[in-house]
């Protein structure tokens, strides 16, 4: 049975200032087998790395991401809302986090929030990184819009995409199919055994979010699960290789 990958939600989420280079290293640190981001564009149409489509949670700043150029997003504290010691942690570039990954092993899920703001060509731009890098066979982009996932095909077929999705569905991975994605990146509520089973048989894989209490790990992990998105990739990891030296 192949091992269930660990991959670190907005890295290591659990310990560090989610989505900062602080929390990437940590989460490579940890043992993590990949990453987990998210992408949207400022005001000057740079791919940049942020969850919210607003600053106020996550840095010292306010404001929409998309009103907002790079300087002036690249001012903001991204660390001390975490903890004062994250002062320095900045919003980085996609390109800079490529740049760290492409020295890595590393695995990297680009989630593409662009399902409140619309931003314009971020699948481009994204997909024109990710070649730049050379990191075709290292990504996976998801998404909740999978309008944009399908762009993503027709701009590059070889892309690894993933839907993201919080229900209950039936057979996802025909519908997956359906619209060139290959991945199914499901709220872990809905991660149910028919669902796992099935998608393995049908050769998809399952990456549940956000899995971070040890029942729920050790579980999908016994139940042959892709992968996980976790908070807490070191814990993760922990449990993992305990389940595999029984």
């Not at 404001?63 to 004062?84: H, I």
């Not at 077929?157 to 359906?178: Q, R």
Request: hydrophobic fraction near 40%; charged fraction near 20%; include cysteine.
């Amino acid at each position: 049975m192949n091992k269930t990958l660990i991959f670190a939600h907005r890295g290591s989420a659990g310990t560090h200032p989610e989505n900062t280079m602080d929390a990437f290293q940590a989460a490579l640190d940890a043992g993590a087998d990949g990453i987990e981001l998210d992408v949207q564009l400022t005001k000057d149409f740079i791919p940049v790395v942020i969850h919210d489509e607003t600053v106020e949670r996550t840095t010292n700043g306010t404001g929409w991401v998309k009103d907002l150029t790079l300087a002036e997003l690249q001012q903001l504290d991204a660390g001390s809302w975490f903890s004062p010691s994250f002062s320095t942690a900045r919003i980085p570039t996609l390109q800079e986090v490529l740049q760290w990954v492409s020295g890595t092993q590393l695995i990297l899920n680009i989630e593409l929030k662009n399902g409140i703001v619309r931003y314009p060509d971020i699948e481009k731009k994204v997909l024109e990184l990710v070649e730049q890098f050379n990191l075709m066979d290292r990504v996976i982009i998801s998404s909740f819009n999978h309008y944009s996932l399908v762009e993503i095909n027709q701009l590059n077929s070889e892309i690894e995409t993933a839907i993201l999705f919080m229900e209950g569905l039936y057979e996802p991975w025909n519908y997956a199919k359906g619209i060139g994605a290959s991945g199914l990146h499901c709220f872990l509520a809905v991660a149910v055994p028919e669902l796992i089973i099935g998608a393995a048989k049908a050769g998809t894989p399952v990456r549940p979010f956000t899995v971070n209490e040890d029942h729920h790990i050790q579980a999908l992990i016994s139940g042959g699960c892709s992968a996980i998105i976790t908070d807490w990739p070191e814990k993760a990891f922990k449990i993992r290789t305990t389940m595999t030296e029984r």
